[in-house]
C-alpha cells in the first residue's frame, strides 16, 4: 500500500494539473472539445483512483465535477454558463486535500463539509439534477480491497496497463438469498469478460457443520477485468445494488513500464527511482572524482622516478576521467526535469488570486521548458508562489489608480526563465506601482530596523534591499507599497538553500522585477588552484581570461587604486586578499602573480600570491552558516581530504 500511495500522489497531482491546464485553456481560447474531452478523462481517471483510499468527500466531489464536465460534453449544460469556477475550486480542493492526505495519512475535518459544499455547487450547475444536502452522512467509498486484490496480481496488472489497458476491480457481493431469486453467482462472474483474476472468499466466517445452511449464500467474489466498464455493469444489470467498481490508476503497481515492438526490443521505457539513490550515485561520483584527482598526482611523482611507468599511470587517469566525467553527466541527466513541473501549477492559484482582489491580470510564463535538478525544481514553488502573489496583491495597482497612471485597466505579471551557464535566472516582473526607496527609508526607521544616519546613508540599491530584512513591512501605511516585504526574508531564505541568490529592482509606478539565480545542478567544474597567503581557492576557469607574471615596477597607483597595461588596454587591479578580508601583505619579490577575469564586459585583473593546477571538481552549493555568503559559488572536496571553496568572482568583484 505504500507503493501504491505514492503512486497515487504523484499521478494524482498530475492528473489534477493536466485538468487545471485544460480548463483555463478552455477560459482563455473558448470552447474546445479537445480540451474538454482531456480534463474529464483526468478528473475521471482521479476519480477512479480516489476509490482506493479512505478519501470520501474527494471522491464525491470529483464525481459531481465529473458529471458536469460530461454534461458540458454532451451539451446538455451551456459552455458558457460559468462551470469552469465550481469545476476549478474542486480541482484546487483537491489538491489540498492531497497534500494533508500525504502529510498526515488522512483528511483534514473541515473535508466533509467542504465536500459537500462542493458537490452542492458543482451539481447546481446542471440544470434539473438533483442538489445534495448538506446534512446526513457521506456514505464510504471501497478502500484497500481493490489495491490488495491488485497487489497480488501485481504482473498481469502491469502487464495489462503496459499494453494500454484499464483495469477494473470489481467486488460482488450476493445477496444471502440470492439462490431463492434465481442468482447464480459463479455463473455471473463466468460471464465477466476479459478476466484477468479471480477470488472467492466467505463473506463472514462459516457456521458450525450444525448450523451451516446450503441455501444461503456467504461469498465474496471480487474480480480483475480489463474490460470497458459498460460491458462489467451489462453482465451485472440485474444485481447493480449487489457490486463495486474501482479502475486501478494506471501504473499503480508496476513501477516499471517496458512496451515492446515487433522486434522484441524494448521501444519505451519509464523507471521510477528513489531520489535518494540517484543522491548516492552522486557521492560516489564525487568520491571518483577525488580519487582521479589524487590519480593525477600520483602519476607525477611516479613519472619522476620511471617515465615509463609515470605515462601508463597518467593514460589510465585520463581514462579514468573521461569515464568519471560520462557518469556524471549520465547521473546529472537523470535528475534534470523541466520547470515547467513547478511553473504549470501557476495559472490556477494566479487565476484564484487575482478574482479574490478582483484585479484583473495577464499572467505571462516564458521558458518554462529549461531544465533544472529535481530538488531546484521541486524547491522553487514556495518562493515562487510567494513572490507571484505580491506581485498580484501588493504590486499591481486597483483599476481606479492604473486608470488615474494612465495603464491599461488589465496588469501585467510574468514568470519568465533562462539558463546561464550552470545557472538559471529565473524573474518574477510585474508593470505596477514599484517600490520607493524613500517610503522604504521611513518604513525602517518606524521600525527601528536602522539608525537615522544608517538610513540616510543608503543609496537606492540598498534601501529596496531592506525588504529581505526580517520583519520588514510597509502593510501599515496606505501607500503602493503596503505588504510588499512581508516574508520576503523567507524567499531569500528559500532560495539560498537551494545554492541560489535574490536580486530586486524597482521602477516607482513602473512595477517590480525579482531575479532569482540558482544552480542548474550539482555540476563538475574545472577549477585553477590558486594562492592568497596560507589559504587555497579555486576559481571556475571559465572566469579566467589568462594569467600573467608581470613586473611590479608597471603597476601603477591610480586615485584610490591600482592598474596595469594589457595588451594596449588599462585594466583596473584588485588584490584577491582585500576582497577576502584577509589581512594584507606586503608584496613579494618583484614579479606580481595576475589572473585577468571578466566581470560583465570588462576584463579586471585580480592579484593572487600564487597559482597552482587546473582540476576537475564535483562542486556543490554552498549550505549551513555559508549559504548566503557572498561571492562563493561552492564548494569541492580534494584529494587530501581539504575542502576547497570556489569563488563567484564576478559577484565578489560586484
Not at 198 to 212: C, G, T, Y
Not at 328 to 347: A, D, E, K, N, W
Request: with cysteine; aromatic share 4%; hydrophobic share 50%.
Amino acid at each position: 500500500m505504500d507503493e501504491l500511495l505514492a503512486q497515487f500522489l504523484i499521478e494524482g497531482r498530475e492528473l489534477l494539473q493536466q485538468a487545471s491546464e485544460d480548463l483555463l485553456a478552455l477560459e482563455r481560447e473558448g470552447h474546445s472539445p479537445a480540451r474538454l474531452d482531456s480534463a474529464f478523462r483526468a478528473v475521471h481517471t482521479l476519480k477512479g483512483s480516489v476509490g482506493l483510499f479512505d478519501l470520501a468527500p474527494m471522491g464525491k466531489a470529483l464525481h459531481a465535477a465529473e458529471d458536469v464536465l460530461d454534461a458540458v460534453r454532451g451539451q446538455r449544460v451551456d459552455a458558457g454558463s460559468g462551470f469552469l469556477d465550481p469545476v476549478l475550486a474542486c480541482l484546487g480542493a483537491c489538491e489540498a486535500w492531497l497534500d494533508a492526505f500525504e502529510r498526515h495519512g488522512v483528511l483534514p475535518p473541515s473535508a466533509v463539509e467542504q465536500g459537500r459544499q462542493l458537490e452542492a455547487a458543482l451539481r447546481g450547475c446542471m440544470p434539473g439534477a438533483e442538489v445534495p444536502g448538506l446534512d446526513g452522512p457521506v456514505p464510504a467509498l471501497p478502500t484497500d480491497w481493490a489495491a490488495a486484490l491488485a497487489a497480488t496480481q501485481a504482473e498481469a496488472v502491469a502487464a495489462a496497463q503496459g499494453a494500454g489497458m484499464t483495469v477494473t476491480a470489481l467486488r460482488y457481493l450476493p445477496d444471502a438469498d440470492c439462490f431463492f431469486l434465481g442468482d447464480d453467482p459463479l455463473a455471473l462472474m463466468r460471464g465477466l469478460p476479459e478476466l484477468v483474476a479471480l477470488r472467492i472468499e466467505p463473506r463472514s466466517p462459516w457456521p458450525p457443520a450444525a448450523e451451516f445452511s446450503p441455501f444461503t449464500c456467504n461469498l465474496m467474489l471480487e474480480a480483475l477485468s480489463t474490460a470497458p466498464e459498460e460491458e462489467i455493469r451489462r453482465v451485472f444489470r440485474f444485481v447493480p445494488d449487489q457490486i463495486t467498481l474501482v479502475e486501478l490508476p494506471a501504473s499503480a503497481i508496476a513501477t516499471t513500464t517496458v512496451a515492446l515492438d515487433g522486434a522484441g526490443e524494448a521501444s519505451a521505457r519509464v523507471l521510477r527511482v528513489d531520489a535518494a539513490r540517484i543522491d548516492r550515485l552522486l557521492d560516489v561520483v564525487g568520491e571518483m572524482m577525488v580519487a582521479k584527482n589524487a590519480l593525477a598526482s600520483l602519476a607525477a611523482r611516479v613519472g619522476a622516478i620511471d617515465a615509463g611507468l609515470g605515462r601508463a599511470l597518467a593514460d589510465n587517469q585520463a581514462a579514468m576521467e573521461r569515464l568519471a566525467g560520462e557518469m556524471h553527466r549520465t547521473v546529472i541527466g537523470l535528475r534534470m526535469v523541466p520547470l515547467s513541473q513547478t511553473f504549470r501549477r501557476f495559472p490556477r492559484l494566479m487565476r484564484e488570486t487575482a478574482a479574490e482582489l478582483g484585479k484583473p491580470i495577464d499572467f505571462q510564463i516564458h521558458g518554462d521548458d529549461v531544465e533544472a535538478d529535481k530538488a531546484v525544481v521541486e524547491g522553487l514553488f514556495q518562493p515562487l508562489l510567494h513572490l507571484l502573489r505580491n506581485a498580484v496583491d501588493h504590486g499591481i495597482e486597483a483599476a481606479p489608480r492604473r486608470a488615474a497612471a494612465a495603464k491599461p485597466a488589465t496588469g501585467q505579471v510574468t514568470l519568465r526563465a533562462s539558463r546561464r551557464g550552470d545557472q538559471i535566472l529565473v524573474t518574477v516582473a510585474d508593470d505596477g506601482a514599484g517600490l520607493d526607496p524613500a517610503a522604504l527609508r521611513a518604513a525602517a526607521l518606524r521600525r527601528g530596523l536602522l539608525t537615522p544616519t544608517a538610513i540616510a546613508a543608503l543609496d537606492d540599491a540598498a534601501a529596496l534591499d531592506l525588504v529581505f530584512a526580517p520583519g520588514f513591512s510597509t502593510a501599515s501605511t496606505v501607500t503602493a507599497l503596503s505588504g510588499r516585504g512581508v516574508g520576503m526574508d523567507a524567499v531569500r531564505t528559500a532560495v539560498e538553500d537551494l545554492g541560489g541568490r535574490v536580486s530586486l529592482s524597482s521602477v516607482p509606478g513602473g512595477g517590480t522585477t525579482v531575479q532569482l539565480v540558482l544552480p542548474r545542478a550539482t555540476v563538475v567544474t574545472t577549477v585553477l588552484v590558486i594562492r592568497v597567503g596560507e589559504e587555497r581557492f579555486g576559481i571556475p576557469i571559465e572566469a579566467v581570461v589568462e594569467s600573467l607574471r608581470l613586473p611590479v615596477a608597471m603597476i601603477q597607483p591610480i586615485g584610490g587604486g591600482e592598474a596595469f597595461v594589457s595588451r594596449d588596454r588599462t585594466l583596473p587591479l584588485l588584490r584577491l586578499a582585500d576582497l577576502l578580508g584577509l589581512p594584507p601583505r606586503p608584496r613579494q619579490g618583484t614579479v606580481a602573480r595576475l589572473l585577468v577575469v571578466r566581470c560583465g564586459d570588462q576584463p579586471v585583473g585580480i592579484e593572487v600570491d600564487g597559482f597552482s593546477e587546473r582540476m576537475d571538481l564535483l562542486l556543490r552549493p554552498m549550505s549551513g552558516l555559508l549559504s548566503g555568503m557572498a561571492g562563493l559559488s561552492g564548494s569541492a572536496l580534494m584529494a587530501d581530504g581539504r575542502v576547497l571553496l570556489v569563488l563567484d568572482v564576478p559577484e565578489l568583484v560586484g
